[in-house]
Nanobody, 117 residues
Framework: QVQLVESGGGLVQPGGSLRLSCVASGTVFNIKNMDWFRHAPGKQREWVATVTRRGNTDYADSAKGRFTISRDNTKDTVYLQMNSLRPDDTAVYYC???????????WGQGTQVTVSS
C-alpha cells in the first residue's frame, strides 16, 4: 500500500506561481514513475507531467515551458513548480503513482489550485 498526500494548492493571480508537493509513504520501493494529473470542473481528468525514479520528465503540451516536475527520492516527495499560471490552470491537482508489479493505481486526495484575479 502507498499513501500519497498533496499540499501547496491555493488561490493565485494570473501570472503567479505555486509549488505543489506530494509525499509518498508505505511500499514506495514498488513505485517507478510519479505523475501529476488535474481535473477541472466540466472537463475530463488530464495528465500534466511525469517524473521517473531517475529524474526523467515528460509534460503535457499545456504544461511545457511553464511547469517543472521534480522528485526527491530521499524524501519520497514529488514536486510540481507551476509558473505563469493562467485561469485555465484552475483545477484540483492529483498526485498519482502506479505499483510496477501489481499495476495498482494510487491517488492522493487532491489539492485545489485556483487562478483568478
Amino acid at each position: 500500500q502507498v499513501q500519497l498526500v498533496e499540499s501547496g494548492g491555493g488561490l493565485v493571480q494570473p501570472g503567479g506561481s505555486l509549488r505543489l508537493s506530494c509525499v509518498a509513504s508505505g511500499t514506495v520501493f514498488n513505485i517507478k514513475n510519479m505523475d501529476w494529473f488535474r481535473h477541472a470542473p466540466g472537463k475530463q481528468r488530464e495528465w500534466v507531467a511525469t517524473v521517473t525514479r531517475r529524474g526523467n520528465t515528460d509534460y503535457a503540451d499545456s504544461a511545457k515551458g511553464r511547469f517543472t516536475i521534480s522528485r526527491d527520492n530521499t524524501k519520497d516527495t514529488v514536486y510540481l513548480q507551476m509558473n505563469s499560471l493562467r485561469p485555465d490552470d484552475t483545477a484540483v491537482y492529483y498526485c498519482h503513482a502506479k505499483d510496477q508489479w501489481s499495476n495498482f493505481d494510487y491517488w492522493g486526495q487532491g489539492t485545489q489550485v485556483t487562478v483568478s484575479s
